[in-house]
């Protein structure tokens, strides 16, 4: 969908499948804070590797975990959900 919209983006090296979860919506978050927090913080880590400003996500949590964590770091990295996105597309046409 991304590349109908030509919207350019990067994905992470571990994706799909193999992706890592940054545990908020897993309850990783309200269990072990602070294994969430390390783990967002190494996806964040990536993100400013190759320069991505912005991360788009299915999972509202991840929106909220990645905000929050990239926000307590000064990352200038924007976190958003997929529906968010989809909202904004809709009102922009």
């Known amino acids: 969908?991304?590349?109908?919209l030509k919207i350019p983006f990067v994905?992470?090296?571990?994706?799909?499948?193999?992706?890592n979860c940054c545990g908020s919506g897993s309850g990783v978050r309200s269990a072990f804070p602070e294994l969430a927090e390390k783990?967002?913080?190494?996806?964040?880590e990536?993100?400013?590797?190759?320069?991505a400003k912005t991360l788009l996500s299915a999972c509202s949590f991840c929106e909220f975990q990645y905000s929050t964590v990239a926000s307590k770091y000064?990352?200038?990295?924007?976190?958003?959900?997929?529906?968010?996105l989809l909202i904004e597309l809709l009102q922009v046409n």
């Open 39 to 44: 783990t967002t913080l190494k996806r964040l």
């Open 74 to 84: 000064s990352f200038n990295i924007d976190a958003i959900d997929f529906n968010t």
């Open 11 to 19: 994905e992470f090296s571990q994706n799909h499948l193999d992706s």
């Open 46 to 51: 990536e993100m400013k590797d190759f320069g």
């Open 1 to 4: 969908m991304l590349n109908a």
